[in-house]
């Protein structure tokens, strides 16, 4: 982690209709850190999330990556910048095995991608990043199984895959474990974990779950009802009262 900042929120608000989702909200991200934002159902998390990565546009406030400007960017340019999006712009495509899935992203963000459908045969350097990101998701060993044929927490490593490798410099996570076992829940967070530490790239994971994220995160920010209602290290979150009280009036909240 360093003390430059990657990405900056200011005051970033939204609403739909009468509900005021996202309350202005500013957030400062240090590079190759791994930044939580948690809160109960509701806090406007995911909202927040879609401001970072472009798919909504605030109503007021600004953001900033790198220094630039991007409030009015596009989630295609943004990715493009370096800004990856889990589960959103990248599309598992079912009928190619992990190999080929991993490889079109590797292949869409070097100079040939006017050769996007290639055969792999023909540039084997391609093939070379794929392998390295199926190592790092785990999935070695599956390279030839098509997607469509993977279990539900195999195609969570392999959609992280995809987001790697187009080498993003900042990671953006929605809830990436909604929805698996919690068997599996670690194994996934410790690959995001990983990724952000041997590729000194910078995360943003947003979870409800507390517990999900102390042990990985170097800050956090907590939401409730569109505002933020703290930041600090996992250590001063989990000792915040009244990150303790927004929780617990959250019938679906965990403690830590
Ligand atoms: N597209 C939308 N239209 C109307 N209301 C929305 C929309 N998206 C979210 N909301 C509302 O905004 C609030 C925050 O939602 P959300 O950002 O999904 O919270 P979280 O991800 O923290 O659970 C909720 O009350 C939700 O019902
Ligand atoms: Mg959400």
Redesign the pocket.
Known sequence: MTNETILEAQNLRKS??G?I??DDVSIQIAKGSMHAII????????????LLSGM?SPDSGKIFYKGENITNVAPQRRAHMGIGRSFQITNIFPNLNVLENIRLGTQAMGKDNFRFFSLAERYPIYVEKALEVIDLVGLRGREGVLARNLAHGEKRKLELGIMLSTEPELLLF??PTAGMSSEQVPELIEIINKVVHLKSSTAIL?E?RMDMVMSVSDRITV?AQ?RLLAEGTPHEIAHNAQVQAAYLGDLYGELV
């Open positions: 739909f209709g509900l989702a996202v809160g109960p159902n509701g806090a406007g998390k995911t909202t927040f999330f879609n909504m929605d809830e947003v409800h939401m569109g």
